[in-house]
């Protein structure tokens, strides 16, 4: 049974800093691509950043770049996201979501398994 479990979230201060994780567990971790995606009251859901199954390829929206890094740990099964300078749009919801085989990328269709969330708040 495949498990995303998220953890990490929490309120903050603009400019502050929160570093989410996402541990995986019933399927074969590191043979698939891995992906961040957040969700804001009344927004469509949007994915923030995504990395390749060796962990040596990412792709970040615009929003976040420069500000967000996306890694992963395949001896851990854990996934990451160290979120920097964080603004008051950054709050949301944020999913960690695994991809069909073989995918890369911030479509959302592409992924088919998802966790069930952790919120971030941001405050100015």
């Known amino acids: 049974q495949v498990q995303l479990v998220e953890s990490g979230g929490g309120s903050v201060q603009a400019g502050g800093s929160l570093r989410l994780s996402c541990a995986a567990s019933?399927?074969?971790?590191?043979?698939?691509?891995m992906a961040w995606f957040r969700q804001a009251p009344g927004k469509e859901r949007e994915g923030v950043a995504c990395i390749t199954p060796n962990g040596r390829t990412m792709a970040y929206a615009d929003s976040v770049k420069g500000r967000f890094t996306i890694s992963r740990d395949n001896a851990k099964n854990t996934l990451y996201l160290q979120m920097n300078s964080l603004k008051l749009d950054d709050t949301a919801m944020y999913y960690c979501a695994t991809a069909r085989g073989g995918l890369f990328g911030l479509t959302e269709n592409d992924y088919n398994y998802w966790g069930q969330g952790t919120q971030v708040t941001v405050s100015s």
């Open positions: 019933g399927y074969s971790y590191s043979y698939y691509s």
